[in-house]
Every structure is written in C-alpha cells, then in structure tokens.
C-alpha cells in the first residue's frame, strides 16, 4: 500500500473517530512528498487554537507512524455560516 | 454642520468601578501554594466504564505541558500535603481548566472542576499533617457551550496547557464583599433595571469603594476598611426602601443534561455524576440549597457506576434538598415517539423512583424539547403527573409569542395537566437582568404573581455554582429588583397552578415555532425507531400469549430492549441533533435492540409450535393489528416464483425494501393467526387486469397519465370517476431544495427554501418493471451531483393503495428533498396522526399561527378531504410534512453540515402510499387500518400443522391494541392490555381474550389499580365505555 493510502486510512480510522466526537472533522486533502496537507472542517475549521494543539499533536503522532521528516498543513474549511 | 459621534476615552464611573471591583475579586485568595508533583495518563472512555489508555502508566505533568487529546479523557494524580502555613484553615484544590473534571481526595469525593468553577474543599477530605491523595478524571470537549468565564476560554481546545493547580485559602469577607460588589456591579449593567434605580447604585457603590485603600496594602487594614465597605453596602443600598422593585421570582436550581449531543451517551456517565456531586457539595456548604435533578436513566447511572455519591444522594432526598423531578426515564422528543413509547418512558421512569425513592413524580419536566404532541396531557395525567415543564415555546419561537407562561393544558382526549412555560431560558446563573427580564417576560402576572426562573449551567450539567447561590441570597436586598425565593420545583408547581382557577386554557398541540427539521434529519434513526416500536408491541403480544402457556416471560430482555430504545428517544439523539458518533452508538444499540426482540419473538413463536423456517407446507400468518386483515398482505420473506398460496393471489415483490410474496388474501382474525398452506405449482393467470402503453396506466381503480419522471399528470379514480391531480399537474412530484437554515442547520428549516431548487435529472425513464396477479410495478431513476435516486410504483389489482419505494444514494450537502403532490380537492384542513388519535390543522395561511406551521410532524398518515372524498398520503418512517392550500409535500430527506458534516449521506430506503378514499373522514374510510398495514406486515412462521386463532376479539374497529403484555410487577396468571381510541368517538366497546378472564381491574399507565365503574366482566366478556381518543388499560386475570 502506498504512504498515502497508509496516511489516508490511519487518518479515517483512528484520528477521525476522535476529533469527530468532539464536533470536529478532518479529511486528507493531499499527500505531495513528505507533506501532508489536511483539511479541518466541522467544529475543527473555527478552534481558534488548532495550530497549536490540535496540528503538533497529530504531527508527532504521523511522525511515530510514518516517519520524522513528514511535514503537516492545515486547511480550514469554514462551513457556509461561519464565512463571513 | 455634521454629527460627529465621539467615543470617550476616558474612564467612566462605571468602569473605574469595574476596575476596583476586579482589584477587590483579587484579594480573595488571600494563600496560595503551588502543588507539585503532578502525574497524568492520558486515554479515551470506550464504554460506560471503560478506557483505552495511549501509554502503560502515569507521567509527569508540568505547568505549561499539554493535556488531553482530542474526545481526551485523562487521569491526574498527586500524593501531597497540606502545607504547615495553611494548616487548621479551609483549604481548597484550585485548578483552572474548561475541562470536566471530578476530584477525590483520599478515596472520597469532594468535588467538581470545570469552565464554571476552579476551585474544590479540600479539608473537609483531609486533616493537618496528613498525606493527601488527589485524584481526579477529567473529560475534555473544546466546546463548552454552557461557560462563560473568561478566564478558561484561553484554555479551550481539544488539547489543554496544563496552568498548574494550587492550595488556596480564600478569605470570606472580602469574597462576601466581591459578590455584595459584583451583584451591584450587574445591576449597573442590567438593561430592564430603571435608570435613576441604576444611578442611586452608582453612585454609592462608587463612594462604598472609595472606602477601600488599594494603594497602600496592609492586611490588617484592608479587612477592616472591608468590612466599612460592606458596612456601608449594607446601610445605604442594600437597606434601601426607596427603590422597591415589582414581582416575585422563584429561584429553581436545575442543571440541564443532555444524554447525547456534542458527546456520547457514555461521556454523560462522568458528566452526571459530577453534576450530582458538585451540587451535593452546594448542599454542605449552604444548607438552605435545594436543586432539582431529571431523567431516572440518570439515577440509574450514578447507582450504577458512581454508588457513594448515589448513597449521598439518596440521604439529601430524603432531606428534601434534592429533587426527583420529572417523571420520565430521559427527557425525549416529544414529536416522533409513538405514545406507547411516551407511556414507557413514564412507567419505566416512575417505577424506578418508586423502587429506588419511594416516590411517584408529579412533574413532567422537559425544558428543552422541541415541541409538544397533543397526546402526551393524557398520558401524563394517568402515569401520575399532574404538571408539565417546557421552557422552549416562551424564547425559541421564531413568530408568534407563546401567549401563556402558566395554563391548562388540554389535550386530545381532553384531558388537563397544569402546564408552566418559564419565560426565559433554563438556563441563568442569578444575575439581576436575568431575574428582572424573567419577571417582565411573564404574561400571566393577573392569574398567578410568580414565575419561575431556573439556575445553573445546563445542556452538558454542571449546575449552580457557589457564585449563584451567593447572588440569590443578596437578590432580595437589591434595589429595583423583583422579590426572590429559593424553593422546590415542585413547591413551585404546586402553590402556583394547583386549583389556580385563573389560568386560561391551551387547547392543542405545543408546536415549537423553530427546530422543524428534526422531523426528518438523521432519517435512518427515525425508521429504525418505528420499525422497533412495531417490533416491540408485537414481542410483547407475542411472548405474553406464550407465556399464558407455559413460555418464560422475557421480562429483562424486553425491558431492557425498551430503555435502549427510550435513550435514543432523546431530544437530541432522535431529532438527529448531535455529532456523527451518537449515530454510530444508536445505530449499535438499534441492533442490539433488533437482535434480542426477534429473538425473543422467535422463542414464543417455538413455544406456540411455530418456526422461523418457511420450508413448510403451513404457513402461519400472524396479525398483531386489532382489525381483521382482509385483502392485500406482504408476507416478508424468501419465497419462489412457484410459491402459491391456497387459491390466493399472490406475487413475488417487495415492501419497504424488503423481499417477500404479496398474497390477497380474507379474513386473518385480528391479533390472531391464520395457516395458509403452500403449494409448488402456480396457477395460470393472465395479467389482463391493467392496460400500459404510451405511459397511460389502467388498472381496475385508475385511469393514470404519467410524465416520464413519474410524476402523474393525471389520475382518474374510477369508483368516483374523479380526477384526483390538480390543474397544476404537481403529483409524485420529487423536489430538491436548497436548505440553508444558519448555524443550526440540523435542527431548523427555514421557510425560504422554497425560492431555491436543484433539478433532478431524468437516467432512467418511468418503464413496466414487474407484472402478475397481484400488482403492476414501475420504474425511474434520478441523479443528482452527487446522489442516486430509483423509484419504485406500486399498483394493486384489488387495492387503491399506490405504493412509492424509494432507494437513494443521498451524497448531497445542505439539499432536502421532498414530494409534492397537488390534489384535486377544496379544503382547508389536514388531518394528521398523531400515533394515539389524529390533529386537524388549517391549510391556509391567514394568520402567523398558520404561517409558521409550514412544516409540521405527523406520525404514519395524512390527509387532505372534500366532505365525500379525500387522499391520504401513508409512510413508513417519515414525519415532516407541509400543507398548503390544497398540496402536501411530505419531506423525505436533509443534508445539514452542524453538527455532523456528513448527516444523513449514505443509503436510504423508504416508502410513502398514496390512498384516495369515498366518504371524507379518513378515520371512516380505512385510512388508519391501512397506515397501520403499511407499518406492520404480518408476521410469518412456518408450521408442520394448522394454526387457527383470534387470542383477543375486540368488536369495536375505532380501537387499536396498543399494547398486550405482562405486568411490570409480576402477578400470577394477570396481563395488562392497553386500547387506544383512534377515530374520536364515544361508546361501549367490548372484547373477549382466548382465555377465560377471571377478573378485571382497569389501572393507570403505571398499571395502578384505579377506583372505576365504568366496566363489566361477564362470561369472560369485558365490557367497557370508552370517549374519544382516550387510552384505556385493563389487567386481566386469566
């Protein structure tokens, strides 16, 4: 199986069902190289301190699975009544 | 010249008041020792009692590391002591964090942490010298939606800093002076206070602190100008008889708790129990401190897996300081449940607080649910409840006020139960502008001089807090302010509605002006709903005939099948108002629920000589519906193209989704069994009884004209030779809207979804799919961006019914879909079944009442009549329906993105009928029978022999059987059967069981022997008055 499709399933499998019990929701945009570019939408797309928590703790724990040089970047995805 | 606006930037008098009030809050914590040592370990709750943990053992846990995880649940631990400068003083735990915490020093419970509160009794857990063990398990969620304090929203987030926690001892008269302080404070900024009230305030709060010298700190000093300041407080404002305010508020303290919303039903385990503790911790502190608690699943809970606090609990009720309230096992929606279901949930809930308490609850209490059906005064009133609690109608409504605050509620039936719709929210934490607001809002102030004002933090529990008990006992010495008591939520019912002969009456339905998408979101949990509540009623019949033969009675597995089902009846979980692992968790407990009561029916059905195979010649139908099944049957199952059945037509095909073999067929007795016998060989029979060509349909009831999408352009009935579709030529028509109803878009449809639409488009034609004895069937298919739609036509040779399967791959975001159907038919109102009986509602929209009833709930039918004719539309789990002029468009599918992004997308089946009828009652034409058909096919077994029987024959067909089972409370040889009366009429029924009854007593829902005369048992004959729409149960002896 291809890192992406590694990346992508550890990804659905075992972060989301997390982030998603807490209103939040994440999917995998991309995998290009050594970054992986998410998508944070649900309740994910306005924490206000996701970059800080959220994104360090997810990239330490893609860094023990799939290897240290993995870069992460976060998209927000505002849904319709949250864009202003 | 121009206006300039100029904003002043100089300090206020109200802000240099502000400012000194914060220097003050500062001095209350007058030691403070930072705790070292902390460890944590990390998890996630899997289950009630169960967690998965991400390392083998504890960490170190310092200030400024992080905490929890995403959906976190962590364990902190430190083994200290109290330090020798604190030693002989109250000392408590300070932690600040918008987690959930719950603390226990030396194994025993002292209290809570969370957004609202930072700060737990550690003394009264500990003594001078002693090792201290502080244990605490915190549950995480980034949105506490019930906080307000500032302090903790830096903290929120999946994941948390860690900010340290300390030993504090707070010095009690400068925080009785923050509070005196703080309350003027929020009067100050209280918009309904009168003005020159708020200006005397000011002015002397002002000349209070200047008393207090900040500049020049020194201890001594300090408290001594604290107690001039509250001296003076005291004197000149709080003394104050000038600035008398109006009203009278009682102050409920109540904490709302959601069972599932933006966490999992196994997160409420924790949530509730720190609630109950925290407020057991309240009751300690201030012995005047009463709170009133809900839900008896709750109480189950803390038994269960918290049992000190529940022993603690239980002492404080007996006190009377913690109220039961609430009569039912969770706080439901109070639309889609059936009215068994409504009845379970008051005699599971009121038998628990009976074994438990010894006490039957007088209250209903529901103050978030979102809206009330017309059945549920009758229910209330014979399971023992005389007061009903809803907060929504009076603040959701989003056009019309609700007109009353306390009234009688009348319901279907006609019966009453004092109602009281608190004018504000519930929940309010005690400030001025809340009591004052609450005490303007009420609009009953001629017919009863209080109104109640519930407090504490609410929705995920929490409760009150030390803050709004201080503010409630200084509420009464605020100037300009309503007068306040601090009482019972039943003490207020009572003294207020109890034989209050000036409430006026509210004669209907409480239909909540917002939240009218939860008839349809999460689609597949109101199917799974109905199907179980079918599935239940005819477990039970079917087991307590079993079990009058011998057959053990399930009564563990069927209770227990009742409160899983019960639980997802909540008002959050049902209306499909919550995050996407509530689904997964109902749809697990839905098959559980699925797996044990098929269970059970198959055992009973074993007992009585039956099985589930169909490899028989005998085939045993079994009708569980009170009225004798004659024409069109659905046998589910697998069956072959051979199969015929005694002479009977019959045709392979399919209901609901599922296979089986269509049979027209006579007399299967009602609630009783039939054998049919099966043979191989298939009769010969020309199809000839309908003509299709050229998208033109003939069958012995129709003339129809289609378009090609499958919508009808014309629909002749031929016993009427009446036209049935509208010049607008709208009939099946399927309609995709925009629907885009704001932030609380699982929850609301706003009306202007009918300005936007998407296009269906046409892959598949209407074309002849199938064709026998039995029906004719059609079919067409849609797509969308991204969803798939077949559709399935049903028509019958001996039934008018018009069956539309439906099948659909649903991928689309913020759609609804629904079907439209414009009939040939002048009336103003629709019929609708409310499950125990039928609301008629107004077409039109002359008025905003009609207006904003633009989407309402209906249980299994709806109807629109002329005076001698009239369609029915039937469905088998869909609720949300519109009505306008002379059109109803029955809504079968949403896409909100809050709070589950993917919310309902996957694959759906479901199924509507349409049923034109002679007469124009529909009570009076079949419809009910039918709708109840479309839900409830007949059960099948297979036999070795012939099986014949009527195990209950009831004579009246205005009376359904809503439920046949054992008594709660086991009684030799005695069942309970439940009638309800649907078509609103009055007389003498009767009914004969296949047994000989000895004796029977009619009883309450809460099966109570009731004193009544109104009924005769003779030769086994039970006869009986009944009125319209009423609920009857009887317990027989056999």
Not at chain 2, 1015 to 1028: A, D, H, I, S
């Amino acid at each position: 199986m291809f890192v992406e499709e590694k990346i992508k399933q550890y990804i659905d499998h075992i972060i989301l069902p997390l982030v998603q019990a807490d209103g939040g929701e994440v999917k995998v945009k991309s995998v290009q190289g050594n970054e992986v570019t998410l998508l944070l939408l649900g309740e994910c797309s306005r924490c206000n301190i996701s970059e800080t928590c959220f994104k360090s703790w997810l990239l330490e724990k893609l860094k023990v699975q799939f290897g240290e040089e993995l870069t992460l970047k976060c998209v927000r995805e505002n849904p319709y009544f949250w864009d202003k | 010249m121009a206006h300039v606006k100029v904003a002043r930037r100089s300090m206020s008098k109200e802000e240099w008041i502000s400012l000194r009030a914060a220097w003050l809050s500062r001095r209350v914590e007058e030691q403070s020792v930072q705790i070292e040592n902390w460890e944590i370990r990390e998890g996630h709750q899997v289950s009630e009692a169960r967690y998965e943990f991400y390392d083998e053992g504890y960490r170190a846990l310092n200030e400024g590391d992080y905490m929890f995880t995403p959906d976190g649940t962590s364990f902190l631990r430190v083994d200290t002591k109290i330090p020798q400068e604190m030693e002989n003083q109250q000392v408590y735990l300070k932690l600040e964090t918008a987690a959930e915490m719950i603390v226990k020093i030396n194994g025993k419970w002292a209290g809570g942490l969370d957004p609202n509160r930072d700060r737990v009794l550690v003394t009264h857990c500990a003594e001078n010298n002693q090792k201290i063990r502080i244990e605490i398990e915190g549950y995480n969620r980034s949105k506490p939606d019930d906080e307000r304090n500032i302090k903790t929203e830096r903290l929120r987030g999946c994941r948390q800093v860690f900010t340290g926690a300390s030993f504090i001892v707070v010095n009690k008269e400068i925080q009785a002076a923050s509070y005196d302080v703080n309350i003027l404070l929020e009067t100050l900024h209280a918009e309904s206070v009168q003005e020159d009230i708020k200006e005397f305030i000011k002015e002397e709060l002002d000349k209070a602190l200047n008393l207090i010298n900040e500049e020049e700190y020194d201890k001594a000093l300090y408290l001594e100008e604290i107690l001039e300041l509250r001296r003076y407080i005291k004197e000149k404002i709080f003394d104050n008889k000038t600035y008398k305010g109006n009203g009278k508020v009682a102050l409920i303290a109540h904490s709302h708790l959601d069972i599932a919303y933006y966490w999992r039903r196994i997160n409420t385990i924790h949530k509730n129990a720190r609630t109950c503790l925290i407020q057991l911790r309240l009751m300690e502190q201030y012995p005047e401190f009463k709170y009133c608690h809900t839900q008896a699943f709750t109480y189950e809970m803390l038994e269960k897996y918290y049992p000190e606090i529940f022993e603690e609990l239980k002492e404080k009720i007996k006190q009377g300081k913690f109220e039961v309230a609430g009569g039912m096992y969770v706080e439901p929606d109070c639309n889609i449940p059936a009215a068994e279901s409504l009845v379970r949930q008051l005699l599971y809930g009121q038998h628990y607080y009976r074994e438990k308490f010894g006490i039957t609850v007088e209250n209903c209490w529901l103050p978030d649910v979102f809206g009330n059906s017309w059945i549920l005064p009758q229910i209330l009133k014979k399971a023992g409840v005389k007061y009903f609690v809803s907060n929504k109608m009076s603040t959701w409504n989003d056009t019309n006020r609700f007109p009353h605050n306390h009234f009688i509620w009348k319901g279907i039936d006609g019966s009453e139960v004092y109602a009281c719709v608190p004018p504000t929210h519930f929940i309010s934490w005690n400030t001025p502008q809340q009591i004052v607001e609450n005490w303007e809002s009420l609009q009953d102030k001629n017919a009863c001089g209080e109104t109640m004002n519930m407090f504490g933090y609410g929705d995920g529990g929490s409760g009150a807090t030390e803050e709004m008990i201080e503010y409630m006992n200084r509420l009464n010495d605020v100037p300009g302010l309503p007068a306040v008591r601090h009482i019972r939520g039943d003490e207020f019912l009572k003294q207020n509605l109890e034989g209050n002969d000036k409430l006026e009456c509210w004669d209907g339905e409480l239909y909540l002006e917002m939240h009218r998408g939860t008839f349809t979101t999460k689609g597949i949990l109101k199917k799974l709903n109905r199907q179980l509540e079918f599935l239940l009623r005819d477990a039970e019949l079917l087991c307590t005939v079993a079990s009058l033969e011998g057959f053990k009675y399930p009564y563990e597995v069927i209770k227990a099948a009742w409160k899983k089902l019960m639980i997802n009846q909540f008002h959050d979980i049902l209306p499909g108002t919550h995050i996407a692992p509530v689904t997964v968790d109902a749809l697990a407990d839905y098959k559980q629920i699925e797996e044990a009561v098929s269970g059970q029916i198959k055992k009973a059905a074993e007992y009585l000589s039956w099985n589930g195979s169909m490899n028989r010649d005998h085939l045993v139908l079994v009708n569980t519906l009170g009225w004798q099944q004659t024409g069109l049957v659905f046998v589910k199952g697998e069956f072959t193209k051979e199969t015929q059945a005694q002479g009977c037509l019959c045709q392979l095909g399919t209901h609901s989704g599922e296979k089986g073999l269509w049979i027209d067929i006579d007399n299967i007795p009602a609630v009783g069994v039939k054998t049919i016998v099966l043979s191989k060989k298939r009769s010969i029979r020309e199809a000839v009884w309908f003509d299709w060509q050229q998208m033109k349909l003939e069958t012995p009831y129709y003339k129809v004209c289609f378009n090609q999408d499958s919508s009808f352009t014309s629909l002749l009935y031929k016993p009427d030779n009446r036209e049935i579709v509208s010049q607008a030529q709208v009939f099946n028509k399927l309609k995709i809207y925009k629907d885009y109803p704001g932030m609380y878009d699982a929850w609301d449809i706003l009306e202007n979804y009918k300005q936007r639409q998407d296009d269906l488009v046409l892959i598949k034609p209407l074309s002849l799919v199938s064709q026998g004895d039995v029906f004719v069937s059609f079919e067409v298919e849609f797509q969308l961006e991204r969803s798939k739609w077949k559709q399935t036509i049903r028509f019958y040779r001996n039934s008018p019914r018009i069956d539309f399967e439906n099948k659909v791959d649903w991928n689309e975001t913020n759609r609804m879909a629904k079907v439209e159907f414009d009939l040939n038919v002048l009336t103003r109102q629709a019929k609708c079944d409310i499950s125990a009986g039928h609301i008629t509602r107004e077409t039109h929209k002359n008025t905003t009442w009609q207006q904003a009833r633009f989407e309402v709930c209906h249980h299994k039918w709806a109807d629109l009549s002329e005076t001698d004719f009239g369609v029915s539309i039937l469905n088998d789990c869909k609720y949300g329906i519109s009505f306008e002029k002379n059109s109803f468009g029955l809504t079968l599918l949403r896409s909100p993105v809050r709070p589950d992004i993917n919310c309902d997308k996957g694959e759906h089946a479901f199924s509507y009928a349409i049923l034109p009828h002679m007469g124009g009652l529909p009570e009076q034409a079949g419809v009910i029978e039918e709708a109840w058909k479309f839900n409830a096919p007949i059960r099948v077994f297979g036999a070795e022999d012939q099986h014949q029987m009527n195990w209950m024959e009831l004579q009246q067909d205005n009376l359904h059987v809503q439920a046949v089972k054992l008594p709660e409370i086991a009684e030799h040889n005695c069942i309970i059967v439940r009638l309800s009366e649907l078509k609103g009429k009055r007389g003498k029924g009767s009914f004969k069981f296949y047994k000989a009854v000895t004796k029977a007593v009619k009883v309450n829902l809460l099966e109570d022997e009731q004193p009544a005369s109104d009924y005769t048992l003779e030769n086994g004959v039970l006869e009986f008055e009944y009125k319209p729409f009423e609920i009857l149960s009887f317990k027989l002896t056999i």
